[in-house]
């Protein structure tokens, strides 16, 4: 979808870039990535469509799941059976999304950095959360920031680790062990899909 929308070049093509580097961080073979970018750029291959859908899990849970798909017919056929077998029930688009806040997700190379002073600098990008891990930094800023950080960070010729989008719930549902294991259930056969790219829940 990122070669359909912004050609094969990773230079011209930022969302590409930053998709390869999530590649390269999860060690995925280089020939690989080629491969994808080779094939995407193909005439016959097919338009692959981002489509997010919402239900209720067992015990009111919320969820969002994530799909790139050539398919809607045969993607929400298959994401609806998900549901009704496992206690669920598929929601009409935009019923729950006001629950989850987008934001996008940088994992940074830490350079020593003071992260007192880094966070005055990230400021004008709205970023509500930064915190260091050993070898690393992750900041979290609102999602149409996403752009303007990954080129700030580029300009000053700071590692992009990872790079992502969440989808943060505005509150949890506190559930037992057992109901936690129902609501796992379904997420899993969700998770099985193969149109199905990420699954968003509110479930502590």
Do not use: W
């Amino acid at each position: 979808m990122a070669v359909k929308s912004g050609g094969p070049n990773p230079d011209s093509n930022p969302r590409l870039r930053v998709l390869i580097q999530n590649a390269k961080a999860d060690n995925m073979p280089k020939e690989n990535v080629e491969r994808a970018i080779k094939k995407a750029s193909s005439k016959d291959q097919a338009d692959y469509k981002e489509v997010v859908y919402e239900g209720y899990g067992p015990h009111g849970v919320a969820i969002l799941v994530e799909t790139a798909t050539d398919n809607n017919t045969r993607t929400v056929a298959n994401i609806r059976n998900c549901f009704n077998r496992n206690g669920g029930s598929l929601g009409t688009s935009g019923s729950l999304d006001f629950m989850f806040e987008r934001k996008c997700r940088f994992k940074i190379k830490n350079n020593n950095f003071n992260l007192e002073e880094l966070e005055l600098e990230l400021i004008d990008f709205g970023v509500d959360e930064l915190f260091g891990e050993d070898e690393s930094i992750i900041v979290y800023a609102p999602f149409a920031e996403f752009g303007s950080l990954q080129k700030y960070f580029e300009s000053k010729s700071i590692e992009i680790l990872n790079a992502e989008f969440e989808r943060i719930p505005a509150d949890f549902k506190e559930l037992n062990e057992e109901q936690v294991a129902e609501v796992e259930k379904l997420i899993e056969k969700i998770e099985e899909d193969e149109d199905v790219q990420r699954v968003f829940h509110n479930m502590r």
